[in-house]
């Protein structure tokens, strides 16, 4: 991982430069947005983004997460309903569609940080960005 030290600073940088930004922004915490097969919507995560939330993952003294048959995220802790790695929560995740947190924010405003994203993703032999589920599972098997 020390390979992807800078990669992954930047991956960092734009979630900082992001939250620093006057969007307003209110997460509660109810993972209404963390239930996918509810609302039919996956984040989708390059791979910085994946390497990163990995990382926070098998911090959490996690191996692999397991699959969750009611379709939710799974980084979600099964005995808390917490997310495992909301520090590290990707891109998609700080800018998601939940309306208790201010509703979805607009692809324009935040263009230039997707850009960052994607060129780290290039940096890194990514191929674009790939759903949550799949794309830290992979990452898990590179740590």
Known sequence: MKRHAASLAEVRSV???LAARPIQRNCLRRTECCQF???GKI???TRGEALL???AF???GRKFP???KDGACPMLQNETGKCLIYESRPFGC???FCQAAGGPIGR???LPLIRRLEKVDAELGGDGPHPLPQSITQALREL
């Open 15 to 17: 979630y900082a430069e």
């Open 108 to 110: 324009q405003e935040v």
């Open 37 to 39: 097969q509810r609302t």
């Open 58 to 60: 098998r911090a959490s």
């Open 43 to 45: 984040p989708q995560l």
């Open 94 to 96: 700080r800018t998601h």
């Open 66 to 68: 397991s699959l969750r």
């Open 53 to 55: 939330a990995a990382q």
